[in-house]
Every structure is written in structure tokens, then in C-alpha cells.
């Protein structure tokens, strides 16, 4: 089972930029497409982004299109969410999980302790 930990989150102004990244634990990491998610204070957890398993098809939330950008280093056995112009209904915690394909959010991995955003206005 692959581990996952996310780290880059803080505490930003409206329009700022922030890089997520996730660690995973083994080499099988390039062999899966891997998501980002995201879950707000008194709401379900929602998919963010989507990337297959060489990096070369993603998929974005309506949300999100335009402004963020996901993307993986499979040598480094790392995942990465840059996140421009910053909202303050970005707020949440940010999850990876590995995903059954760029595009089907159906996550597969066990949710690590993500990573806190917080946009203020």
C-alpha cells in the first residue's frame, strides 16, 4: 500500500499562489493516476485535479480550470498542486490519493492528514 503525505499548505491572501505536493512511499507511485482532493468545514470532500500515470492527460474541476495546475515528478515519487489567483472559497483541507484514472476520482488509497489552505480576503 502506497503512503501519502501532503505538505505546502498555509495561510495566503486573495489572489496568492501556493505549490501542494505529495510524497508517496514506493516506486509503485508511477504506475497510478493520483488526484487531489479537497473538503471545506462542513462540506463533503470534493476532487480538485486529476493526472494519469506518466502525466501526460489531467483533468480539472470547474472550480479550479484555469487557475490551478496538477502535475508529477515520477522520480522524485512526488505529486504537485500549483494553486494561482487564490480565492477565499479555495479554503479547505487538501488531500492526494492515488485514483483509478485521470478523469474517475474513485480513490483507492488511504487519506493521509492532507494539508490545511487557508485564503484570506
Known amino acids: 500500500q502506497v503512503q501519502l503525505v501532503e505538505s505546502g499548505g498555509g495561510l495566503v491572501q486573495a489572489g496568492d499562489s501556493l505549490r501542494l505536493s505529495c510524497a508517496a512511499s514506493?516506486?509503485?507511485?508511477?504506475?497510478?493516476?493520483m488526484g487531489w482532493f479537497r473538503q471545506a468545514p462542513g462540506k463533503e470532500r470534493e476532487p480538485v485535479a486529476g493526472?494519469?500515470?506518466?502525466?501526460?492527460?489531467?483533468h480539472y474541476g470547474d472550480a479550479v480550470k484555469g487557475r490551478f495546475t496538477i502535475s508529477r515528478d515520477n522520480a522524485k515519487i512526488t505529486l504537485y498542486l500549483q494553486m494561482n489567483s487564490l480565492k477565499p472559497e479555495d479554503t479547505a483541507v487538501y488531500y492526494c490519493?492515488?485514483?483509478?484514472?485521470?478523469?474517475?476520482?474513485?480513490?483507492?488509497?488511504?487519506w493521509g492528514q492532507g494539508t490545511q489552505v487557508t485564503v484570506s480576503s
Open positions: 490519493a492515488g485514483i483509478a484514472d485521470y478523469n474517475d476520482y474513485t480513490a483507492f488509497t488511504s
Open positions: 514506493g516506486r509503485a507511485f508511477s504506475r497510478y493516476a
Open positions: 493526472i494519469n500515470w506518466s502525466g501526460g492527460r489531467t
